[in-house]
């Protein structure tokens, strides 16, 4: 048997290929959109992918599986549990078999189980690994999801936050409660195969190991410590961060099916700065992904900054229109990366692109932002002229803020400019510096002008501020 992990860091999310090197025969668990890595192993291990294995609709990114499906005739094997609103759709033309609680299937000598474990959402399942190319009776792992992580469960709060399907929290963690019985169950020595590491938004507290086991989590994991349902679901739902506004977008892409990468729009490049201007004037959306600081100092009027990091698939689902076509100002040798992750999260109408310092060269007549240190904004407030807005997590503003901030998530900002206060400087203030400077990018691209970007964030003012007052 052959197991591979694959990791796509700026969207937390863990992929893997099963093969059978007996008939070389393999299978991609939760695979990612872009399947050209699988492709790779395949070659190389002398291996046919035949197969692709999704444990629940997925919200955070664009599954692979029918990507997988047109390249290689893939069989998709998916979820035929949860109602109605939770089923798989188009599939007339696709490679399918719905499976639910308590069956099996072989791939090669590879035999999957598969178990209902609900809870993340109504439809999710898990698959238990046995190979029997070894001689084994018993499973050796289980492909967990968005179910169990190393030292998190899966949060049941999307479906109502992002997805706006009212009451679903409480159901869904009393199922998670009840999955987590089950899978306390099973044996310790079992592997347990996440789809997910830290960084993501489908739990609270998600590890950065790659793997785990049934033992270390019932010993170790914070949601395997109850025996009490009521006191479990409060934990559950407490302190869970808010759901990127995307995340109801890719629900019903992956329910109804994704675009092939072949048939997305292919940009064009863009070579004058009076071209971008005009795109802006006609009201599309333009992202700059220029670090912060350059962007600060200088910036067409109207772009948007997120800068192109690993955390940059995730702002970007958050803050563009999937409404509006795209275009992108950056550092063109990564372009081809740029628009892998973009598509991973399934922003797919990107329509252009152009070298950011040309065009900014070019400009001539551009916008900026100061960025002031913690000991400077204490004086602005103090002065009566500013105030501080801080855009970070509820959770993180909850543990801890400066005295009088407001609050408004970055991702929500959008949403929620007439709730600005324009009367006075505003001084954006994250954790670190990093969110603050997307914030304030959001702001004046929105024609907000008066502010400022704290620099170090709040953990900064703890410093150089908090600490002097102790």
């Not at 009027?301 to 690993?310: A, D, K, Y």
Request: net charge negative; proline share 4%.
């Amino acid at each position: 048997m052959l197991l591979r992990y694959f990791y796509d860091e700026k969207l937390a999310h863990a992929s893997y290929v099963v093969g059978c090197q007996k008939t070389g025969e393999a299978v991609v668990i939760d695979p990612m959109r872009d399947v050209s890595a699988y492709e790779e192993l395949a070659k190389k291990e002398n291996l046919t992918i035949v197969g692709a294995l999704e444990t629940h609709i997925h919200a955070d990114f664009v599954s692979g599986s029918r990507e997988l499906n047109d390249r290689f005739g893939t069989k998709l094997y998916i979820s035929d549990e949860g109602d109605a609103d939770w089923k798989y759709q188009n599939l007339d033309e696709i490679s399918h078999q719905l499976v639910k609680d308590g069956d099996q299937f072989m791939i090669g000598n590879l035999v999957f189980d598969v178990m209902h474990t609900p809870g993340h959402t109504p439809e999710s399942i898990s698959f238990l690994l046995t190979d029997k190319g070894g001689a084994a009776d018993k499973p050796m792992g289980i492909f967990t999801g968005d179910f169990v992580f190393v030292g998190d469960v899966g949060r049941p709060d999307l479906l109502e936050k992002a997805a706006g399907v009212q009451g679903t929290s409480e159901a869904g963690a009393s199922q998670m409660y009840k999955s987590l019985e089950r899978f306390k169950a099973l044996p310790d020595y079992l592997q347990v195969w996440p789809a997910h590491g830290a960084g993501s938004a489908c739990g609270k507290s998600l590890g950065a190991v790659p793997s785990t086991t049934v033992g270390y989590e019932k010993a170790f994991n914070w949601a395997m410590q109850f025996d009490d349902e009521a006191a479990f679901k409060k934990a559950l739902l407490e302190g869970q961060p808010e759901p990127p506004s995307y995340f109801a977008v890719m629900k019903s892409v992956n329910k109804v099916g994704p675009q092939l990468i072949k048939s997305l729009p292919e940009p064009k490049e863009i070579s004058s700065a009076t071209a971008i201007k005009a795109l802006l004037a006609d009201g599309k959306q333009v992202l700059d992904l220029r670090q912060a600081i350059d962007y600060s100092n200088g910036h067409l009027q109207g772009t948007i900054n997120i800068p192109f990091n690993n955390s940059f698939a995730n702002w970007a689902g958050w803050i563009v229109d999937y409404n509006k076509p795209l275009y992108l100002l950056l550092d063109t040798k990564v372009l081809d990366e740029a628009l892998l992750a973009l598509h991973s999260v399934g922003i797919d109408e990107v329509y252009g692109f152009a070298e950011a310092e040309d065009i900014v060269a070019e400009a001539g007549d551009l916008a900026s932002y100061d960025n002031v240190s913690p000991s400077k904004a204490k004086d602005m407030v103090e002065a009566g002229h500013a105030y501080v807005l801080d855009v970070r997590n509820q959770a993180e503003f909850d543990e801890g803020h400066i005295e009088n901030a407001e609050h408004i998530m970055v991702g929500t900002l959008n949403d929620r400019l007439n709730d600005i206060d324009t009367s006075k400087t505003i001084i954006v203030q994250c954790q670190a510096g990093a969110r603050s400077a997307i914030a304030a990018s959001v702001l004046k691209a929105n024609g907000i002008d008066n502010l400022v970007n704290m620099t170090g964030g709040y953990n900064k003012w703890q410093q150089d501020i908090a600490a002097v007052k102790q």
